[in-house]
């Protein structure tokens, strides 16, 4: 409730309960995921709107053998329950599956240490046609020195070949927590323009949301777009005695 308060106070107008599953550890189980309107009786409303802010459910997977990815090939009727399903891939090749084959809304990058790979292009291509974005976790970059630089590092890397299409996430720390436009000035400093910084803490998070709904519910959607007149479409369309008396 304290970490609500304190999302709902900075400005954010959704936010994700995350499950973390980390598959080195004993018996970790997908449970169904705990309602919201159970941890919590009242919402908070967004400041300068009508509407409360809006709790969702994540879920976390820590991958680091390739028959981790196993359980999310499956039909599990737990893993559908969650909103937004994340993967984080600890090597080379757990991330080009990840970004290639599984069909998840995030992956996350490790920036609490040197990556012990580099970013390649076309899974990362790939991933971003899939509408998957990337996550970066910016809480280290507050708490130490080390982390810091290596969050940096990690990020440039990340940005120099995924043309933006991040999101930006934080611990379960009310302390650590940061506003949006905190949060995008940091964006800044990990290589992106100032337009993409604000895209991933605004527009990337709401196409996460949307990923994660149609993964559930259909296979895409289908939107119209209004195609431009070109001039030459526009004169002939216009009567000739209006060309006459325009001309005139």
């Known amino acids: ?10 400005g954010y107008s959704a ?39 809006k709790v969702l459910t994540r879920l976390t997977l820590v991958v680091s053998d390739p028959s981790h990815c196993n359980l999310l090939r499956s039909t599990s009727a737990n893993i559908r329950l969650y909103d937004i ?7 080379e090749k757990l991330f080009h599956i990840a970004c290639t084959t599984l ?34 976790l910016y809480t280290p970059a507050i708490k130490d020195s080390t982390m810091r630089r290596y969050t940096i590092s990690n990020a440039i890397s990340l940005m120099q ?12 720390k009310a302390l650590e927590l940061r506003g949006p436009y905190d949060v995008a000035n940091l964006g800044l400093l990990f290589g992106l323009s100032e337009s993409e910084a604000k895209a991933a803490v605004s527009t990337n998070c709401r196409a996460t949301m949307l990923h994660g709904e149609t993964r559930k519910s259909a296979c895409g959607v289908v939107y119209t777009v209004k195609k431009p007149r070109k001039v030459e479409e526009e004169e002939t ?4 005695c209006k060309k006459a008396k325009t001309q005139a």
């Open 1 to 10: 409730q304290n970490i609500l308060t304190v999302c709902f106070s900075v």
């Open 15 to 53: 936010v994700a309960l995350n499950h973390v599953i980390d598959f080195k550890e004993k018996k970790q189980e997908i449970i169904k995921p705990v309602s919201p309107s159970e941890l919590f009786p009242s919402l908070p409303i967004v400041q300068g709107t009508s509407k409360r802010i």
């Open 85 to 91: 399903i994340a993967v984080f891939p600890k090597t």
């Open 103 to 136: 069909d998840v809304d995030l992956v996350c990058i490790n920036v609490t240490e040197k990556l012990p790979f580099y970013f390649r292009r076309p899974p990362v291509n790939m991933a971003i046609d899939r509408g998957i974005y990337f996550e970066l």
């Open 161 to 172: 070949v995924c043309k933006g299409k991040v999101s930006s996430q934080s611990e379960n």
């Open 237 to 240: 369309a216009v009567p000739a």
